[in-house]
């Protein structure tokens, strides 16, 4: 089945640095994908739905300057946290969508990011 | 506007006895429906979906979910747990607008040895 791949899985660093978070689509093309951030003990909020070769789309309340989303090919899109603090402590979660708009997403196993 | 409600936060069940995972929609369409399971630290992995085709869906590992318009349902069933059942399970429901997908708050499922 369809696979998607993010990495890195866990990510630990000093507040105020930049954090790139990568999500591929392993065997099959996806023009878009989906950012989202999970706390603890709670439900997925999309973020941002990332589109390729365009400008992403944010949810309200998303900063587009904090959470910088690049798409440039059918099999990747990046998160970059500028300037992570402890506050952007959570679970990303990538997702690929497949062909028409009732298909299942196919998501990542996450990336657990912790800003000391 | 879509949504989904799931009705317990936690639910728990003894090992070999049945599963019951509540959810309700509201769609403004007539909806596609999900059921993801996610383990510790873990990604989400499709159950089953239900896409207006039959309205009983069969999902992996015995799962089973039945899509009932009339009482706006979209629960998800197990005969029998197991303990490797044992993660927390979301309903989603997707915007055919906007191909958004919304998530339910979740349902932890502990399975009782």
């Known amino acids: 089945g369809a696979v998607v791949s993010q990495h890195p899985s866990w990510v630990i660093c000093k507040s105020g640095t930049s954090v790139k978070i990568e999500c591929r689509s392993l065997?099959?093309?996806?023009?878009?994908m989906f950012w989202y951030r999970q706390f603890p003990k709670q439900s997925l909020m999309l973020m941002a739905t990332?589109?390729?070769?365009?400008?992403?789309?944010?949810e309200q309340g998303v900063e587009k300057d904090k959470f910088l989303i690049n798409h440039a090919s059918l099999t990747l899109s990046t998160l970059t946290v500028t300037s992570a603090h402890p506050e952007d402590s959570s679970f990303y979660i990538c997702?690929?969508?497949?062909?028409?708009?009732?298909?299942?997403?196919?998501f990542g196993d996450g990336t657990r990011l912790s800003i000391l | 506007a879509q949504s989904v409600t799931q009705l317990d936060s936690h639910v728990s069940v003894s090992e070999g006895t049945p599963v019951l995972l509540r959810c309700n929609y509201s769609?403004?369409?007539?909806?596609?429906l999900f059921w993801y399971v996610q383990h510790p630290n873990k990604g989400l992995q499709l159950l089953l979906k239900?896409?207006?085709?039959?309205?009983l869906v069969k999902g992996i590992n015995g799962f089973e979910a039945e899509f009932k318009k009339s009482e706006t349902s979209f629960h998800l069933t197990k005969p029998s747990a197991h303990m490797s059942d044992a993660a927390e399970y979301f309903c989603?429901?997707?915007?055919?607008?906007?191909?958004?997908?919304?998530f339910g708050s979740g349902t932890k499922l502990n399975v009782k040895p």
């Open positions: 989603v429901v997707l915007s055919y607008n906007f191909n958004k997908f919304y």
């Open positions: 990332s589109n390729e070769g365009s400008k992403a789309t944010y």
């Open positions: 769609s403004s369409y007539s909806p596609s």
């Open positions: 997702s690929a969508g497949e062909g028409n708009s009732n298909q299942p997403q196919h």
């Open positions: 239900y896409t207006s085709a039959a309205t």
């Open positions: 065997d099959f093309q996806a023009t878009t």
